[in-house]
Each structure stands twice: as structure tokens, then as C-alpha cells.
């Protein structure tokens, strides 16, 4: 059986900018995408997502082809379906029907 993937993790910023400037001179990674409301940062092992307050919670993101299965399914504006669902804890999981 193979294992689940994690996509990516996603955390708050309130500045994207000033954020990704700092992982950029922080650390050796990827810009994939910026805009005002979110970036996407690539490392090696998987992708950071920084999201403004309130955009999206803070989340770590599985790839999980059934997605499309569910019959209540979000739309990113990359076109990636995706559903949110919460562990025992209330930690925020979203699945995602494709790699980004």
C-alpha cells in the first residue's frame, strides 16, 4: 500500500510580502506563486503556504484523488478541488484532489 502524500502546509501571515521575503533570505527555497492574498513557497519535501488571516485556516494538505467524489467540493482559483475536515483535535486537514 502506498502512503498518503502531504502536499503542503499552510500558515498565517499578515504581511505576504514582508513573509516571503523572509523565507526567501531565510532558507533555500522556491517561489511558486505570490500575490496579496497568499504565496506558495517550495522546499524540497513539500510546499509552505502562507495565507492572510481569515483567507484559509492553518492547515497541512493531503492529496486525495476521492475528492471528487465528495458532492460538497471547493474550487482553488488553480482549479484544484479541495474539501476541509478536522482530525480528533480539531487540527484542520484539507484534502486535495492533485499535486500543486
Same mark, same amino acid.
Given at each position: 500500500m502506498k502512503l498518503s502524500y502531504i502536499? %503542503?502546509?499552510a500558515?498565517?501571515?499578515?504581511?505576504?510580502?514582508?513573509s516571503v521575503n523572509w523565507y526567501m533570505e531565510s532558507f533555500i527555497c522556491d517561489l511558486k506563486y505570490q500575490d496579496d492574498s497568499w504565496a506558495l513557497l517550495g522546499f524540497?519535501?513539500?510546499?509552505?503556504?502562507?495565507?492572510t488571516p481569515?483567507? %484559509?485556516?492553518a492547515h497541512f494538505a493531503i492529496v486525495?484523488?476521492?475528492?471528487g467524489n465528495f458532492k460538497i467540493t471547493q474550487v482553488h482559483r488553480d482549479g484544484v478541488?479541495?474539501?476541509y475536515n478536522?482530525?480528533?483535535?480539531?487540527?484542520?486537514?484539507?484534502?486535495?484532489d492533485r499535486k500543486t
Open positions: 502536499d %503542503h502546509v500558515i498565517e501571515s499578515k504581511n505576504i510580502k514582508e524540497r519535501n513539500l510546499a509552505l503556504a502562507l495565507v481569515g483567507q %484559509h485556516p486525495d484523488a476521492s475528492v478541488r479541495y474539501i478536522t482530525d480528533p483535535d480539531k487540527n484542520v486537514i484539507e484534502l486535495i
